[in-house]
């Protein structure tokens, strides 16, 4: 509803913000936007370089931190970091300086990537790490091999910010393939558990050169997971542990069907060194995560294990709020299936409806329309538009609909009262906070001309076209919204429906959009509207969806059309 504040969330987990991201980084990082200013920061960056976010947010970052050797400002010309940022791209450098609030000099290695913010604005990525003097590497050995920690960190961060972005379970199993395989291992398999505890085995990838190579034939159902059995991927499935494996570890007598089918896994990919984890969320177990190396010479160790982990357990946490975002979308769409009417057969005139969801809700909003018979034989028109676009919205707006469909059969009065009591009620005995409508009465008369009579609660006018592309807005008969409260008059107002002429009543949803002006909308509505008349009625109601409802807008649509028969010969 144009100018209301959508107030439920119910439906909708939206992804982390830049600075939540940045906080699951075990290292200093921090976000600039396209002309280099700081929006966002973590924790160990302000200790890292003792200075409060307030110091970063909004600085240019090159000013604030940059330095050369003896501490003096760098030329921008000499910044590889700022010369990678223009291009857009990752790179990564050490022996840089930063700048600490104190003043002293930082000697850090840093790695840059873009970074997408909000999945609108696209800014950078930095992450900034001060190397522990030779003396104080404690490391063990055993270690030396494994991925440089900056590499491990800035994989993390990748992991963490493109996972989080999506909230479709297929989407995110593509982008945990592609961040794994080739940079850890040639092959990743993902087992699943499905919501009947059923395993699934959802992938099975091979890296060959540049190119992802699914292999469809190992993928498929899974035996169960057995309770007590010892094998890594058992204990993965049960969320027991991280594990190394190998074609030796399945080679013994196998303890269940699962150890069977890994068997066959290793013997037909020929993986010689694998690590598997499982792929927890803060909930249940989802599943297991195995990476496996064939060329590389090096194999898994114990030291890759916590890498591992780490992207298991942000592929769950992303995972689980996928499928918690599909289960309520299905819902909402169920819900929304048995909440939209079938159309009312009535002689003579042709009816269509169209309800598109908001593009980033749950497949349910407050937009709603409506047609039935009334008791005395006329025709009853509504389309209305409750605040917000999720569960609790949907609701009101059954609520809403059930009670004017009982007041208008029960009374035969004018639209205008029918309304008057609808909203009188409405603050009392529903749910719905605000809400516009436009109810009308559409009849038969004795000279076979068709008559509307109808009264507008707030919302855009209706638009009537003419057989011949004449358009015009039905702009009387309008008075305030529902459930403000205010005891404020309702008129009714009434226009003939030439033969072979559509009315179309609409939302908000299908004129408004970012940057323009309601009246714009209006006007391309209309003008779109007028070239349209000639189509028949279904199509003329999916084009004008389809051309006037502008990519960018975010709010459902609910559609009504209503063509006259043309004049008889």
């Known amino acids: 509803m144009a100018g209301a504040e959508d107030t439920g969330t119910v439906g909708r987990r939206p992804a982390a913000g830049p600075t939540e991201v940045l906080e699951a980084i075990g290292t200093a990082a ?71 609030g104190d003043g002293s000099l930082l000697p850090v290695s840093w790695l ?68 794994v395989v080739p940079r850890l291992a040639d092959w990743v398999v993902v087992d699943l558990i499905t919501e009947r505890d059923e395993v699934w085995r959802t992938a099975v990838v091979h890296a060959e050169g540049d190119a992802l190579v699914p292999h469809e034939d190992l993928q498929g159902p899974m035996p169960p997971v057995p309770e007590e059995s010892p094998m890594p991927l058992s204990r993965a499935l049960r969320g027991v542990a991280s594990t190394l494996a190998g074609p030796e570890t399945y080679q013994r007598e196998p303890d269940s069907g699962i150890a069977v089918e890994q068997r066959r896994l290793f013997e037909a990919t020929g993986i010689r060194s694998a690590a598997i984890a499982p792929i927890r ?31 298991a357990r942000r592929a769950g946490l992303a995972l689980d709020n996928a499928r918690l975002y599909q289960r309520q979308r299905k819902v909402a769409e169920t819900m929304q299936n048995h909440l939209l009417p079938q159309m009312p057969r009535v002689p003579g005139l042709q009816m269509t409806a169209r309800y598109l969801p908001a593009p980033d809700a749950s497949q349910v909003g407050g937009d709603w329309y409506d047609a039935f018979t009334l008791s005395d034989g006329a025709t009853a028109l509504a389309v209305g538009d409750v605040v917000g676009h999720d569960l609790e919205a949907a609701a009101g707006m059954a609520q809403l609909r059930n009670m004017l469909r009982a007041y208008a059969w029960a009374r035969q009065e004018a639209p205008s009262r029918i309304v008057a009591r609808l909203d009188a009620a409405v603050m009392h005995i529903t749910d719905v906070t605000m809400a516009t409508m436009i109810f009308a009465r559409l009849e038969e008369r004795d000279d076979g001309h068709w008559e509307l009579t109808w009264t507008n609660a707030g919302h855009p006018p209706p638009l009537l076209i003419s057989h011949d592309g004449l358009a015009r807005y039905l702009t009387d008969g309008h008075g305030i919204l529902l459930g403000t409260g205010v005891n404020a008059p309702r008129t009714d107002a009434s226009a003939l429906i030439p033969p072979g002429s559509t009315l179309l009543l609409y939302t908000d949803g299908l004129i408004e959009a970012p940057g323009t002006s309601l009246d714009e909308g209006l006007q391309n509505l209309s003008r779109h509207a007028a070239a349209l008349a000639h189509r028949p ?8 969806l ?11 649509v609910a559609l009504l059309a209503v063509r006259a028969p043309t004049r008889q010969s």
């Open 30 to 100: 921090y976000v600039v936007d396209e002309e280099g200013h700081v929006i966002a920061v973590n924790t160990h960056a302000e200790q890292l370089l003792g200075r409060p976010a307030a110091e970063f947010l909004g600085h240019d970052a090159h000013d604030l931190l940059h330095r050369d050797a003896h501490g003096h400002p760098l030329p921008r010309s000499r910044c590889s970091m700022r010369q990678a940022f223009h291009a857009g791209r990752t790179a990564q450098t050490e022996g840089d300086y930063f700048e600490c």
């Open 112 to 179: 840059i990537t873009p970074y997408d913010v909000d999945g609108r604005e696209v800014g950078t990525l930095v992450l900034v790490h001060a190397p522990r003097p030779p003396e104080t590497d404690t490391r063990p050995k055993a270690a030396a091999q494994a991925m440089p920690e900056l590499e491990r960190l800035a994989l993390l961060a990748e992991t963490t910010t493109r996972l989080t972005s999506t909230l479709d379970v297929e989407e995110t199993l593509r982008r945990l393939v592609a961040l």
């Open 281 to 311: 969320s803060t909930r249940a177990v989802l599943g297991a995560l195995t990476v496996g190396r064939t060329r590389d010479p090096v194999d898994f160790t114990i030291a890759d294990l916590p890498l591992i982990e780490d992207i």
């Open 537 to 544: 009625l279904a199509s003329f109601t999916d084009q004008v």
């Open 546 to 556: 389809r051309r006037v409802r502008h990519a960018r807008n975010d709010d459902d």
